[in-house]
């Protein structure tokens, strides 16, 4: 277990690997009980912190949220009419967007009962007709199995998921025959960096080989940068490998890959440097059969 640091700097040099007895016991689904009570604590902080400002944006019609490169490749891949499912849908703002670019169904699914809420609030804002479901992605009920055209997972999902090969199952079981699997996501090279180390942004502090979780207890208050002494959480670092052979073993062929220097997370500083690593990809793949 890695734990990121909270001071940075002068204590970069003692950068523990905690071992802790109970965690060495960690399943899976221990992992996941964990970050969705990590989850659930940070809904009414990022309520408090964007909820307004969403529910203006949503009751305007046709917003949308998604950057110029996500809304081509949509395009591209051609989301009218289409039935969309979302993985880590969190507050619905991107599903929602997707649906005001002319999807036909869509569902999202996330395991926070209070982001699911602001889900299910913002759609009702906008009178945007998009279906939210409260579940951990690997208990997602096979009623959904191949009933979606388009399986979306982007910004800040993977990283969660303490099984990546199960996870993309996950997605190849919602899709059609035929179905398009939408990945758009911070680059996992950014995980060798301490993420709020403003000193110092590209410093190396951790393996590109990493296999254990980092477990953060300050929280995920993105929107307003404030740390505070929250429920542990775990960050699983998948290589960029791990995810591109993760969806080659669930019969996913890659169709389009992409790395770029912008940054979609919002939260390190390494996006100011004129130096930098990529810090996001697209992949586009799609389900044979
Ligand atoms: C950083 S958000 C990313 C979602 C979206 N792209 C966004 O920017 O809001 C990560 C989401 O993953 C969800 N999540 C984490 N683990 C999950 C799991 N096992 N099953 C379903 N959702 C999960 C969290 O509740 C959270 O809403």
Not at 4 to 20: A, E, G, Y
Not at 88 to 107: D, H, M, T
Not at 204 to 231: H, I, M, V
């Amino acid at each position: 277990m890695i734990e990121r640091r909270r001071r940075l700097r002068t204590d970069v040099v003692s950068v523990k690997i905690r071992n802790h007895r109970t965690e060495q016991h960690m399943q899976r689904d221990d992992y996941t009980a964990a970050n969705r009570q990590a989850w659930d604590e940070a809904a009414p902080i990022h309520r408090e912190r964007k909820f307004a400002e969403l529910i203006a944006q949503f009751s305007e019609p046709g917003h949308s949220c998604l950057d110029p490169i996500e809304t081509a490749i949509l395009r591209r891949i051609g989301i009218d009419g289409k039935d969309v499912a979302q993985l880590c849908c969190n507050n619905g703002r991107e599903l929602l967007s997707v649906k005001n670019l002319g999807a036909g169904r869509c569902v999202g699914f996330d395991i926070s009962e209070g982001f699911i809420e602001q889900a299910r609030e913002l759609a009702a804002a906008g009178g945007i007709d998009c279906s939210f479901v409260a579940t951990d992605i690997y208990a997602i009920p096979h009623d959904y199995d191949e009933s979606f055209d388009l399986v979306t997972i982007t910004i800040g999902a993977l990283g969660w998921m303490p099984d990546l090969t199960e996870f993309l199952a996950v997605a190849a079981h919602l899709l059609k025959p035929g179905g398009w699997l939408f990945i758009y996501e911070q680059h996992p090279i950014l995980d060798m960096f301490e993420p709020g180390d403003t000193a110092d942004p590209l410093a190396l502090r951790y393996s590109y080989f990493q296999t254990e979780p980092f477990r953060n207890e300050y929280g995920l208050d993105y929107w307003g940068k404030a740390r505070y002494p929250s429920k542990p959480m775990y960050w699983f670092h998948h290589k960029l490998s791990d995810v591109i052979a993760g969806c080659l073993a669930n019969g996913l062929a890659l169709e389009a890959f992409e790395e770029y220097p912008h940054d979609i997370s919002v939260f390190t500083p390494i996006a100011e440097s004129p130096i930098r690593p990529p810090m996001s990809y697209s992949l586009v793949a799609w389900k044979e059969g």
